[in-house]
T-cell receptor, first 111, second 117 residues
């Protein structure tokens, strides 16, 4: 079945640093979503992408829909302690399809 | 904050118990989902309801029984569970593409942490 490979699996960074993570698929997706999950909570939608090449920002977060339609990237600038959590990518082939989730990137931010 | 609530937040049950998880969405969506989240595994889709009809059942054991009485409420009835069913159970909702224009992003509740002893 379809799989999403998310990397890195975990990151340990210092407050103020920029962060990059990515998600790759073995097949083409037409929708990419990025979620963040805090401990003991459900995933919260951060950014939704619908067009190849699209670059979308949400505050310090920027996500891109890869040109090949097989990948997506999430960047966090000037990280702060509340950025700690697990970041998930999710994709679907089209709006009628279920979402496929990546395995997550665990982010730790040290002051 | 997300408009999707789940109760209870934590549940401990024995293998012979019967319990139910409840989900309610206040977003005006018409599709609802149950997911299972286990440690170090991707989110696993269990059931999908669209316009109150079950449209997907991902080979989930019959000890899990969903119910969707209306577009705002979703239940997951549990009976004779196994210890390996211990996990975080997440409910989500979205607009359904068949029911009109998007966006179609899924919004999640906080989850129910289930422990089967």
């Amino acid at each position: 079945g379809q799989q999403l490979n998310q990397s890195p699996q975990s990151m340990f960074i210092q407050e103020g640093e920029d962060v990059s993570m990515n998600c790759t698929s073995s097949s083409i997706f037409n929708t990419w979503l990025w979620y963040k999950q805090d401990p003991g909570e459900g995933p919260v939608l951060l950014i939704a992408l619908y067009k190849a090449g699209e670059l979308t920002s949400n505050g310090r977060l920027t996500a891109q829909f890869g040109i090949t339609r097989k990948d997506s990237f999430l960047n966090i600038s000037a990280s702060i302690p509340s950025d700690v959590g697990i970041y998930f990518c999710a994709g679907s082939v089209n709006n009628t399809d279920k979402l496929i989730f990546g395995t997550g990137t665990r982010l730790q931010v040290f002051p | 904050e997300t408009g999707v609530t789940q109760t209870p937040r934590h549940l401990v049950m024995g293998m012979t118990n019967k319990k139910s998880l409840k989900c309610e969405q206040h977003l005006g969506h018409n599709a609802m989902y149950w997911y299972k989240q286990s440690a170090k595994k991707p989110l696993e889709l269990m059931f999908v309801y669209s316009l109150e009809e079950r449209v997907e059942n991902n080979s989930v054991p019959s000890r899990f029984s969903p119910e969707c009485p209306n577009s705002s409420h979703l239940f997951l009835h549990l009976h004779t569970l196994q210890p390996e069913d211990s996990a975080l159970y997440l409910c989500a909702s979205s607009q359904d593409w068949m029911a009109g224009p998007g966006p179609y992003e899924q919004y999640f509740g906080p989850g129910t942490r289930l422990t089967v002893t």
